[in-house]
């Protein structure tokens, strides 16, 4: 079992920059997937960036690459994402997930996933 707590969301200008935080507890396994995934207000719920737990290999959703970072920290248990020049677009609450398995195809999509955070509110104003 695992569980999920993010930190770090927010109200900030659109360029503005934020730091989400994702703290795991419970045992996180070598080959994990530790995933962002983001749901704007009457919208689906959307992958953003996943990163291997052991490898530390990471793919981005193509509207991200260059502007968001995920990182982990092992030490910590803890998956950062750090968000530079954010977009009004992207005000969600962004939700933290654990998957069993990292692959470059299945770490993209929810079901990839069995763990997931409550989710954290990011706004980014215009």
């Known amino acids: 079992q695992v569980q999920l707590v993010e930190s770090g969301g927010g109200l900030v200008q659109a360029g503005g920059s934020l730091r989400l935080s994702c703290a795991a507890s419970?045992?996180?396994?070598?080959?994990?997937?530790m995933g962002w995934f983001r749901q704007a207000p009457g919208k689906e719920r959307e992958f953003v960036a996943t990163?291997?737990?052991?490898?530390?290999?990471?793919y981005y959703a193509d509207s991200v690459k260059g502007r968001f970072t995920i990182s982990r920290d092992k030490a910590k248990n803890t998956v950062y994402l750090q968000m530079n020049s954010l977009k009004p677009e992207e005000t969600a609450v962004y939700y933290c997930?654990?998957?069993?398995?990292?692959?470059?195809?299945?770490?993209?999509?929810?079901?990839?996933?069995?763990?997931w955070g409550q989710g954290t509110q990011v706004t980014v104003s215009s």
């Open positions: 997930a654990a998957g069993p398995q990292y692959n470059d195809l299945v770490s993209r999509s929810i079901g990839g996933y069995d763990y």
């Open positions: 990163i291997n737990w052991s490898a530390g290999t990471t």
């Open positions: 419970g045992r996180i396994f070598r080959n994990y997937a």
